[in-house]
Nanobody
Framework: QVQLVESGGGLVQAGGSLRLSCAAS????????MAWFRQAPGKEREIVAS????????YYASSVKGRFTISRDNAKNAVYLQMNALTPEDTAIYYC???????????????WGQGTQVTVSS
Protein backbone atom coordinates (compact mmCIF):
# COMPACT_ATOMS: atom_id res chain seq x y z
CA GLN A 1 0.00 0.00 0.00
CA VAL A 2 1.01 3.60 -0.61
CA GLN A 3 -0.13 6.66 1.30
CA LEU A 4 0.02 9.95 -0.57
CA VAL A 5 -0.11 13.47 0.84
CA GLU A 6 -0.16 16.52 -1.40
CA SER A 7 0.91 20.03 -0.50
CA GLY A 8 1.69 23.32 -2.18
CA GLY A 9 -1.70 24.40 -3.47
CA GLY A 10 -3.04 27.88 -2.98
CA LEU A 11 -4.28 31.07 -4.58
CA VAL A 12 -2.19 32.65 -7.31
CA GLN A 13 -2.72 35.31 -9.94
CA ALA A 14 -2.85 34.45 -13.61
CA GLY A 15 0.65 34.16 -14.99
CA GLY A 16 2.04 33.02 -11.67
CA SER A 17 3.60 29.76 -10.58
CA LEU A 18 3.05 27.08 -7.98
CA ARG A 19 4.90 23.92 -7.11
CA LEU A 20 2.92 20.97 -5.85
CA SER A 21 4.55 18.23 -3.83
CA CYS A 22 3.37 14.73 -3.07
CA ALA A 23 4.97 12.76 -0.27
CA ALA A 24 4.60 8.99 -0.41
CA SER A 25 4.93 6.45 2.36
CA UNK A 26 4.33 2.77 2.68
CA UNK A 27 5.34 0.34 0.01
CA UNK A 28 8.22 0.67 -2.43
CA UNK A 29 7.76 4.04 -4.08
CA UNK A 30 9.87 3.28 -7.12
CA UNK A 31 7.55 0.39 -7.99
CA UNK A 32 4.85 2.84 -9.00
CA UNK A 33 4.18 5.09 -11.91
CA MET A 34 3.00 8.42 -10.57
CA ALA A 35 0.63 11.04 -11.91
CA TRP A 36 -1.09 14.28 -11.15
CA PHE A 37 -4.79 14.53 -11.92
CA ARG A 38 -7.10 17.48 -11.48
CA GLN A 39 -10.80 17.99 -11.16
CA ALA A 40 -12.57 21.29 -11.66
CA PRO A 41 -16.13 21.90 -10.45
CA GLY A 42 -18.64 20.22 -12.73
CA LYS A 43 -15.93 18.48 -14.75
CA GLU A 44 -14.51 14.99 -14.85
CA ARG A 45 -11.18 14.18 -13.30
CA GLU A 46 -8.44 14.44 -15.90
CA ILE A 47 -4.81 13.49 -16.01
CA VAL A 48 -2.40 16.40 -16.03
CA ALA A 49 0.95 14.65 -16.14
CA SER A 50 2.55 11.32 -15.37
CA UNK A 51 6.05 10.02 -14.78
CA UNK A 52 7.37 6.49 -15.09
CA UNK A 53 9.02 4.60 -12.25
CA UNK A 54 12.54 5.68 -13.09
CA UNK A 55 11.57 9.23 -13.89
CA UNK A 56 12.77 8.90 -17.45
CA UNK A 57 9.43 8.89 -19.25
CA UNK A 58 6.84 11.60 -18.80
CA TYR A 59 3.45 12.47 -20.26
CA TYR A 60 1.62 15.78 -20.32
CA ALA A 61 -1.90 16.72 -21.25
CA SER A 62 -1.93 19.04 -24.22
CA SER A 63 -3.47 21.80 -22.10
CA VAL A 64 -0.42 21.98 -19.83
CA LYS A 65 2.43 20.96 -22.11
CA GLY A 66 5.17 23.54 -22.04
CA ARG A 67 3.90 25.09 -18.81
CA PHE A 68 3.94 22.24 -16.28
CA THR A 69 6.79 19.92 -15.37
CA ILE A 70 6.45 16.67 -13.47
CA SER A 71 9.40 15.15 -11.66
CA ARG A 72 10.09 12.59 -8.98
CA ASP A 73 12.78 11.92 -6.43
CA ASN A 74 12.78 8.23 -5.57
CA ALA A 75 15.31 8.79 -2.79
CA LYS A 76 12.83 11.12 -1.07
CA ASN A 77 9.67 9.20 -2.04
CA ALA A 78 8.27 12.33 -3.62
CA VAL A 79 6.76 13.58 -6.83
CA TYR A 80 6.42 17.20 -7.86
CA LEU A 81 4.46 19.32 -10.29
CA GLN A 82 5.95 22.67 -11.22
CA MET A 83 3.21 24.83 -12.71
CA ASN A 84 4.11 28.00 -14.58
CA ALA A 85 2.09 30.53 -16.58
CA LEU A 86 -1.05 29.55 -14.71
CA THR A 87 -4.43 30.56 -16.06
CA PRO A 88 -7.89 30.56 -14.46
CA GLU A 89 -8.61 27.40 -16.46
CA ASP A 90 -6.04 25.61 -14.28
CA THR A 91 -8.23 26.13 -11.21
CA ALA A 92 -9.05 22.72 -9.77
CA ILE A 93 -8.33 20.27 -7.01
CA TYR A 94 -5.07 18.53 -7.86
CA TYR A 95 -4.56 14.91 -6.86
CA CYS A 96 -1.43 12.82 -6.69
CA UNK A 97 -1.95 9.18 -7.69
CA UNK A 98 0.05 5.97 -7.97
CA UNK A 99 -0.32 2.87 -10.11
CA UNK A 100 1.76 -0.25 -10.72
CA UNK A 101 0.48 -0.25 -14.31
CA UNK A 102 1.49 1.68 -17.39
CA UNK A 103 -1.83 3.44 -17.89
CA UNK A 104 -3.05 7.03 -17.93
CA UNK A 105 -6.67 6.41 -17.03
CA UNK A 106 -7.86 7.29 -13.55
CA UNK A 107 -9.30 3.81 -13.09
CA UNK A 108 -5.81 2.31 -13.25
CA UNK A 109 -4.55 4.31 -10.29
CA UNK A 110 -4.91 2.40 -7.04
CA UNK A 111 -3.80 5.05 -4.61
CA TRP A 112 -4.82 8.68 -4.28
CA GLY A 113 -4.00 11.60 -2.10
CA GLN A 114 -6.63 13.81 -0.54
CA GLY A 115 -6.09 16.59 -3.05
CA THR A 116 -4.88 20.16 -2.86
CA GLN A 117 -6.80 23.17 -4.12
CA VAL A 118 -5.26 25.39 -6.77
CA THR A 119 -7.08 28.62 -7.53
CA VAL A 120 -5.91 30.99 -10.24
CA SER A 121 -7.42 34.46 -10.24
CA SER A 122 -7.70 36.59 -13.37
Amino acid sequence: QVQLVESGGGLVQAGGSLRLSCAASGSTFNSYNMAWFRQAPGKEREIVASVFRNGGTTYYASSVKGRFTISRDNAKNAVYLQMNALTPEDTAIYYCAATPYYDRTAAAYNYWGQGTQVTVSS
